[in-house]
């Protein structure tokens, strides 16, 4: 739950970052709707985080000032790109949830049934980037976003 919670940090970040930085009405729009329901998830994580007794990532400020800087980024690539991003963000957020449904304990109804709902939020945010006009990332950018995820969840399963 610490891995989502990060994941959380940084895409409530990130969105904020990119809205900042959008040009269109409706871009921005979603884009903060989007960052509204990174912060619901953010709090279902925190909370669910405190019930099991663990604590969250120390290193929080840092992934949340590294992905504002890289949402706003995105954002002055304008819209299509900044779309692209926020696409391809959740592409590779719900593959990570759903490793982590497989992972998870059949017992544990209440981690499963959060991740599930995160899981279908995250899949309308990419469906609404989509339908936005959102362009095609090229190849190298998907693998880097990738790159940084993995480190990202795994320093964060540690500290
Ligand atoms: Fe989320
Ligand atoms: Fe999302």
Known sequence: MRVNHVGEVCAQALYEGQ???????RTR???????????????????RIRELGGRASLLNPLWYAGSLALGVTAGLLGDRWNLAFL?????QVEEHLAGHLEMLDPA??????????????EARHR????ALGAA?????VKLAMRLASKLMTTVSYRV
């Open 127 to 130: 469906e609404t980037a989509m």
């Open 87 to 91: 696409a391809e963000t959740e592409r």
């Open 29 to 47: 729009e979603s884009l903060e709707r989007a960052a509204e329901e990174e912060r619901d998830h953010l709090a279902w994580c925190a909370q």
């Open 136 to 140: 095609e990332l090229p190849p190298p």
């Open 19 to 25: 809205a900042l930085a959008a040009r269109g009405e």
């Open 108 to 121: 544990d109804a209440r981690t499963r049934e959060l991740v599930a709902a995160m899981q279908a939020d």
